[in-house]
DNA sequence: TCGTCCAGCTTACTCAGAGTAGGTTACTAC
DNA sequence: GTAGTAACCTACTCTGAGTAAGCTGGACGA
């Protein structure tokens, strides 16, 4: 074990320790409940040090959900690099997507819950992060798509962002679908729209 | 002015009033930020009578969310009432639901933003609403679509709600869009689907 | 070898706001 | 009237975010 007085870390070094730390007891307690005393008894250090490098709980939040977001952005962007038309790229995507949360839940939990912060910087952390999965799509769909109607454009965009994000939490109540499934589930209704599944009468 | 000491009115009353400034506070101020003695200040009452009321600020919220649900079942079930086929019901549903939210802004921002109170009964309150929704589209989509594959339907439904949910936010930020256009968009992507509109190259 | 500097760290507080104990008043029924 | 109780209040406790002020160990120049 690494034991002994775990003392005197550059500031670098502490500070990922603490966000990891945080990311977990943020996501495990939520964000409300979890209290910056056990965060930092966990990190095996005094609060106010938290305090010195993230300046308020919400700060230390931020910082969580910014480094999630990275990781999803890289995640989703290398997948769709070298698609071949749009729905090779829309559904290379989601999958990327659709595994990403089943396997970073954690950071996923933190970016899924909207923080009751309404009006204050971490909500509009989240809100940050579906805009840059919507601009991704947005910006595909421009390559790929007549796009006569700009608004009409974005709405779609935005449109995709939430049906995923909802069907990825319904993901999470069904460990037997998995990241394919919920592809393909969500490319069947996003490609061929539902009239295709209508009974005929 | 309804000036005098407002005193005295009996509980069923006072609940209500209670609830309405609320959610007024809450979806003003966030509901971290939102304070009880200040509710009770504008309720006109002291602190412990809402304590007496709903045990805790939690149970406040939940009131409020509960309320919020009711109306916006009440409008989508009565909405629905009478359509002729699938593409009929589904575009009247999403009509009352994009009025809905345009209508009554402050109980829509209750369901809205997720309470950053994972695993406590608000965060399950939240979620319920979702699934009400969820339910009457699974329920409209199993009399007029052929489902072979009851989680596949499922995971369609979760689909719309998800996706019109955040619409309904991009909404938010459009002025100029209308209920009406919203709907328009929603159903141009669920109901024909992207292909429809991918460029033929 | 010794100062001195400062990043990394600490103890010991304040303060706001959730939640409560226990008492007071005004209506209602007889 | 007066007994009973629903509606209401004052005056607390207690938890957890945030802070003031000071301690310490090692790098580095003289």
């Not at 989601?94 to 009006?119: D, K, N």
């Not at 709405?155 to 460990?175: D, K, M, N, Q, T």
Request: aromatic share 6%; with cysteine; proline share 2%.
């Amino acid at each position: 074990m690494t034991t002994a007085k775990r003392k005197r870390m550059p500031r670098a070094e502490r500070e990922r320790q603490m966000i990891e730390v945080a990311e977990q007891v943020f996501s495990a307690r939520g964000y409300a409940a979890a209290s910056m005393d056990e965060i930092a008894e966990l990190v095996g250090v005094s609060k106010p040090m938290l305090y010195e490098y993230f300046n308020s709980k919400e700060g230390l939040l931020l910082a969580c959900i910014r480094q999630s977001r990275a990781v999803l952005r890289e995640v989703t962007e290398q997948a769709t690099v070298g698609a071949a038309d749009a729905e090779d790229a829309l559904r290379r995507g989601l999958l990327a997507f659709f595994v990403f949360i089943r396997e970073r839940r954690q950071a996923w939990s933190l970016l899924r819950h909207e923080m009751a912060l309404i009006g204050t910087p971490a909500a509009d952390e989240v809100e940050e992060t579906r805009r840059q999965q919507t601009d991704l799509i947005a910006a595909l769909m421009s390559g790929h798509f007549d796009s006569e109607d700009d608004l009409r454009a974005e709405a779609a965009a935005e449109f995709v962002v939430g049906a995923c994000e909802r069907l990825a939490i319904w993901c999470e109540r069904h460990e037997e679908v998995s990241p394919e499934t919920a592809t393909e589930y969500a490319m069947d209704v996003l490609w061929s729209g539902l009239r295709a599944r209508a009974r005929t009468h």
